[in-house]
């Protein structure tokens, strides 16, 4: 039995694996793990269906005269090297990209930074998670001076007096979460739903605001008014610990609750009502997740519900805070070293000298060396076939998780080169000249970071199907091809102890961090620097006692660092030490309803797929709960457009057409449709949404859209 973690969702379950008799993997019930103590969603349970060796690619494929056929490693390895070396001399390094994800452990995202900057020396790499918690990581590096994405561990819930939760629907994308909020109301604490839907979540809420898709920063702002205008402020909390506050209040003071109202349909009554839920206990929270993030002004939203987190004194002490609820497996850790277009391993910055000069010497290059930042991940996607002509994808499935992915899909046909690394064929596998099967969570090991920023070792528990190897020897192998023979190992604790010293003196600080401690500690916090006369070696190992540096305290021990579980207790990380409030003003979304397109379209997910799709449709039991696409619906809209419950209706917006069976529900707003965006093909939500994007966090705006219905005729 081994224990480890689940492949999906950033709530990175704990469970035990253990091979059966008969083959295949049994999972049962691991307790011993905080997060979930246990519990699993159905995604969960059934993922040892991914180890089958009948649903994964178990060897390489290469396209010969137009169709992918069975190749050996070399011949695979070869073809990647020569396409990406060919555009890198015809083209120059720019025009090689890569793509990346946020569900790649700590090791595979460091490796694949590096290999982008220093063995194709391109600065064109950017990852899913740009699609993801991009907004809410702006607006938290901006107020905080840190961006992880809860402050506080999960367990912290339960004990604040009111949370508001917006635009998360927790009881389907983290059900094991769900148990944080009933034991809140247990304790007497209250809960507040933001969305557009009364979800499954929504109903364990003592209020729920619907709002109009893409006001949450209106209604953000129309909260702030009334905490002012109420006098509801914590002056000695915004005097010691803030900064911006003056500009910020003149900017909310313009947002009146009845403009409010008009904006976001919510009444000014519920208004008033959050505010008093939310200002009336001494500790109170605020988590969003995609629903006010994934839009073109995701990063001021976020910004508005933080500065109300400012002004009322909830942030920075126990049990109050604003956290985002980050969504893939290692989409914490993912986004801080350096698969990120901007970025340098240790969430540093590629344009700081210090940063650039640290990580160089790391990585034994010449600082001038790397590459400068390169374009967002929906730009990056947009360029292939202009100035991007070859592409190494590793994580993600674009094709059906791009906005507008009908292009996308186009762009990725007009490249000169593709290669993918999956597990699966994926959709966008499936267009590419050579498909590299790797091997996946339970079947390697590795490190993630979960929501709460716990750093976890994920541990293999059965061995891989022959045939297949994994990113991180792909990474290997292709440099050595490039003539870059070392510092690209294929053991995950050798690329885990480089990290370590690459992160070392930056904001994700994990140098303190071992695997042993992981094992034994069962995860750690990140930021967690090294004590500074320990040696990696000797650090956690009790038969050899540490001594102060100086000499002068030769007996003591010198403690590892215990790793950060709550993060701006005393100041947070600006350089002053103050938060930062943020004067932003409402704006629509990027695309308004009109005569020819006259409702709003949101998109999100259904508890029993996830994300592409690429990994839960090939399993069974979760096609059975969750066969295919649907149109949710009001009735009054239904009845509007003579549409019933299961007919096929389509849905036109300026990108595409996509056409799914109708759900009606009064669950809905009747101004709203939704869709999950987990299928590919005539269903596909993503060939409607809008890549506008937020000017800061490039976040496209998946969550709203204009679109028009239509009945299909048989
Ligand atoms: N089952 C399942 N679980 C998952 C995933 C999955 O694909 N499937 N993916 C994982 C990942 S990567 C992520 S990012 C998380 C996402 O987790 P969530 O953010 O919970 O998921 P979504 O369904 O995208 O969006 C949440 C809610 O936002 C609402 N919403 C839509 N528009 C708006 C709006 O304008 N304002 C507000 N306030 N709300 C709005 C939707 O109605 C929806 O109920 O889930 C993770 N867990
Ligand atoms: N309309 C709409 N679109 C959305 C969203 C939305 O709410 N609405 N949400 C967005 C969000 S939040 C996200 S996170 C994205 C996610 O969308 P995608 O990036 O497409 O995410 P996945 O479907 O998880 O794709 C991951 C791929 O990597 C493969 N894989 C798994 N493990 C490994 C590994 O270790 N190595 C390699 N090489 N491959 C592996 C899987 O098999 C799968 O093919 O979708 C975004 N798209
Ligand atoms: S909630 Fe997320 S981590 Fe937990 S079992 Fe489900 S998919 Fe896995
Ligand atoms: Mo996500």
């Known amino acids: 039995m081994t224990p480890t973690h689940c492949p999906y969702c950033a709530l990175q379950c704990g469970m035990n694996l253990t091979p059966a008799a008969g083959g295949g993997v049994t999972v049962t019930e691991r307790v011993d793990f905080p997060v979930n103590r246990g519990a699993l969603c159905g995604k969960g349970r059934t993922a040892p269906a991914l180890l089958s060796p009948a649903l994964r690619l178990t060897e390489p494929l290469v396209r010969r005269d137009g169709v992918l056929v069975p190749a050996s490693w070399e011949e695979a390895l070869d073809r990647v090297a020569e396409g990406l070396t060919r555009t890198r001399t015809e083209h120059g390094p720019d025009a090689c990209g890569v793509f990346g994800g946020g569900g790649l452990t700590n090791e595979k995202a460091y490796a694949l930074g590096k290999f982008a900057r220093v063995v194709l020396g391109t600065s064109q790499i950017d990852y899913n998670g740009r699609f993801c918690m ?69 109903e364990q809420a003592d209020l729920h605001l619907a709002p109009r898709p893409g006001t949450d920063l209106a209604l953000a702002l129309g909260l702030l008014h009334l905490v002012v205008s109420q006098g509801r402020t914590d002056e000695a909390f915004i005097e010691e610990r803030t900064s911006g506050w003056e500009e910020t209040r003149a900017a909310a003071m313009a947002h009146w609750p009845e403009y409010v109202e008009r904006i976001t349909g919510v009444p000014v009554p519920q208004l008033r009502e959050a505010v008093r839920m939310f200002c009336e206990p001494a500790n109170a929270m605020v988590l969003t997740a995609r629903g006010p993030e994934q839009q073109s002004k995701g990063t001021d939203t976020v910004s508005a519900w933080i500065n109300l987190c400012l002004a009322t004194g909830r942030s920075g002490r126990p049990y109050s805070g604003y956290g985002c609820l980050t969504g893939q497996g290692n989409g914490q850790g993912g986004r801080e070293h350096g698969q990120k277009a901007d ?297 509007r457009l003579g549409a019933e419950e299961g007919d096929v209706i389509a849905v036109v917006s300026r990108r595409g057409r996509a056409v799914a069976p109708a759900r009606i529900t009064t669950s809905i707003r009747p101004d709203t449709v939704f869709m999950p965006f987990h299928w590919p093909g005539e269903g596909r939500a993503n060939t409607l949404t809008n890549p506008a994007l937020d000017p800061t966090s490039r976040m496209p705006e998946f969550k709203a859209c204009a679109v028009r219905l239509e009945t299909v005729r048989p």
């Open 134 to 202: 991009s907004s809410a990581a702006a607006a938290g590096n901006k107020a905080f001076g840190m961006d992880r994405g809860l402050p506080f561990p999960m367990e912290d819930i339960p004990k604040t007096g009111c949370v508001i939760l917006v635009g998360s629907n927790l009881a389907e994308t983290m059900p094991p979460a769900l148990r944080y909020l009933t034991e809140l109301r247990e304790n007497g604490g209250t809960l507040i739903v933001i969305d557009p839907r009364r979800t499954r979540t929504a």
């Open 343 to 639: 970025q340098l391993p240790g969430y540093r910055k590629l344009t700081d000298p210090e940063a650039r000069r640290h990580v160089a010497g790391v990585w034994g290059v010449d600082p001038d060396s790397l590459p400068g930042p390169g374009l967002s991940a929906y730009e990056l996607l947009d360029a292939l076939g202009s100035d991007i002509h070859s592409l190494l994808l590793m994580g993600s499935n674009p094709v059906v998780s791009a906005p507008r992915a009908g292009h996308i899909q186009q762009r990725l046909e007009s490249l000169d080169f593709l290669a993918v690394a999956d597990v699966v064929l994926s959709e966008t596998a499936a267009l590419a000249d050579v498909v590299l099967p790797v091997t996946q969570w339970a079947e390697e090991t590795g490190t993630t970071t979960n929501l709460e920023g716990r750093v976890l070792l994920r541990r293999q528990a059965v061995a891989p199907p022959d045939g297949v190897r994994s990113d991180l020897y792909v990474l290997h192998q292709l440099a050595a091809r490039a003539g870059v023979e070392k510092g690209f190992p294929v053991d995950p604790e050798e690329v885990f102890e480089e990290l370590r010293r690459a992160s070392a003196g930056g904001i994700a600080d994990y140098s303190g961090i071992t695997y042993r401690r992981l094992a034994e500690e069962n995860g750690v916090f990140w930021p967690c620097p090294a004590q500074d006369d320990q040696s990696d070696e000797q650090q956690h190992d009790p038969r050899h006692p540490q001594r102060h540096e100086h000499g002068h305290d030769d007996q003591a021990l010198a403690a590892p660092h215990p790793g950060s579980p709550r993060l701006f207790l005393d100041r947070f990380a600006t350089e002053d030490g103050r938060a930062r409030f943020a004067p932003v003003t409402y704006r629509p979304i990027a695309e308004e309803p009109d005569a020819e397109y006259p409702v709003l379209l949101t998109t999100g997910r259904v508890v029993a797929q996830y994300q592409s799709g690429a990994q839960t449709r090939r399993v069974d039991e979760l096609n059975a709960a969750a066969p295919g696409p649907f149109v949710e619906l009001h009735p009054r809209l239904a009845a």
